[in-house]
């Protein structure tokens, strides 16, 4: 289950989407439940969505509709309730607590840095007290799973569950580079919560640091509620000239532009995982991030990017890499010799693992073929 999923696009609609394919070629029966309106019953490469929402738009979510996916959770003779969590998910919440009544053997993974939003969980657990609830309890990665464990208190064990990517098909075959020309990249939905309009502000002061031989060039990948405000910044700021918002687009896209960038800037302090900065990692490109975020999970630091503290960190990095073109190389060819630490063989095994949990929680029997509802 999940109350963000495609034609939407984000970090948790992808992973959603590319689960429920794999498990699907594995010999699951997958179903997806989700807030998210969309034309039909199927969404791309043919997985089953039930989509109560109504008369909305593609885009919007619709949390009035949370209790109706639940009941159509409830009554859809699912073995396995997977429900995939955001910072604020209505449908998969109020599921995942009448699926633990009915002994529907259930997993939840939280996908969201709760952070300021903490202590409103904190209260929520007093009142439905999750603790008891008969769940696996899972996050995407270790800064997103602190929260949660502090708020359970120890009653019950937490996962890690890492978001998959299939490193192969992230390769790229690197274009001619100038050396006086560096192109930096980004990629997520611009929206407040991963920083946009710092990123600009950052590069702004990084390029103005760069000696004058050194050209540094940005393309922000993505669309969102910020995009008018930051073109209109871009604009007035006088950083038309080298700064490139793009919009959306696809993988194979990323790919081809990947094969022109030098390096990756992950601005989002709030990143629970960072799936597009892991995507880029596996192209190649070395990964200037937030120490403490998500991201950290997979990107050493001085290894294959930076890991900086606080933005005016980031600003030094990013001129240390955009500056040097050797170390830019030190760290590209380290991150395609060297495989990330998390595959979608690893993550399929560990997600097997907690359903069988969820079962033993559940007091549930074994069933080889599982027939799975992936909420969130």
């Known amino acids: 289950m999940s109350d963000c999923y495609l034609p939407r696009l984000?970090?948790?609609?992808?992973?959603?989407?590319?689960?429920?394919?794999?498990?699907?070629?594995?010999?699951?029966?997958?179903?997806?439940?989700?807030?998210?309106?969309?034309?039909?019953?199927?969404?791309?490469?043919?997985?089953?969505?039930v989509r109560p929402a109504r008369g909305a738009s593609p885009t919007r979510m619709r949390y009035e509709w949370s209790v109706v996916g639940c009941k159509a959770v409830l009554r859809g003779g699912f073995d396995v309730v997977h429900v995939h969590a955001s910072s604020f998910s209505p449908l998969a919440f109020v599921t995942a607590s009448r699926a633990s009544a009915a002994r529907l053997p259930t997993v939840v993974t939280v996908h969201s840095l709760w952070a300021g939003a903490t202590p409103l969980f904190q209260a929520a657990d007093r009142l439905a007290r999750w603790g008891e609830w008969r769940v696996a309890w899972s996050a995407v990665s270790s800064p997103a799973a602190e929260p949660l464990r502090r708020i359970l208190g120890g009653r019950t064990p937490v996962t890690i569950l890492?978001?998959?990517v299939d490193a192969a098909e992230w390769k790229v075959q690197d274009l001619p580079r100038s050396p006086d020309r560096v192109v930096v990249a980004t990629v997520g939905r611009l929206a407040v919560r991963k920083r946009p309009g710092p990123l600009l502000r950052m590069l702004r002061e990084a390029r103005a640091r760069l000696p004058a031989d050194i050209r540094l060039e940005a393309i922000l990948v993505g669309d969102g509620p910020l995009r008018?405000?930051?073109?209109?910044?871009?604009?007035?700021t006088g950083m038309a000239d080298w700064v490139s918002l793009r919009g959306p687009a696809t993988h194979t896209e990323l790919r081809d532009m990947y094969a022109g960038v030098d390096f990756y800037i992950a601005p989002a302090t709030l990143e629970s995982f960072g799936i597009a900065a892991l995507e880029a990692r596996c192209a190649g490109l070395p990964v200037v991030a937030h120490r403490g975020s998500g991201v950290s999970e997979f990107i050493v630091d001085a290894t294959d990017g930076l890991l900086s503290c606080g933005d005016a960190e980031m600003v030094d990095s990013i001129v240390r890499l955009a500056g040097s073109e050797s170390l830019r190389g030190c760290m590209r060819t380290h991150a395609r010799a060297v495989p990330p630490p998390v595959s979608w063989p690893g993550i399929l095994d560990a997600t097997?693992?907690?359903y069988d949990r969820a079962r033993a929680v559940a007091g549930a029997s074994e069933d080889p073929r599982r027939k799975l509802a992936l909420i969130g």
């Open 10 to 49: 984000g970090g948790i609609e992808r992973q959603v989407h590319e689960l429920a394919i794999r498990q699907r070629d594995a010999g699951h029966d997958v179903v997806v439940v989700t807030s998210a309106p969309g034309d039909g019953s199927r969404a791309a490469d043919g997985i089953q969505v």
């Open 162 to 164: 890492p978001n998959g």
């Open 228 to 236: 008018r405000p930051l073109e209109r910044y871009v604009e007035t």
């Open 352 to 354: 097997e693992a907690l």
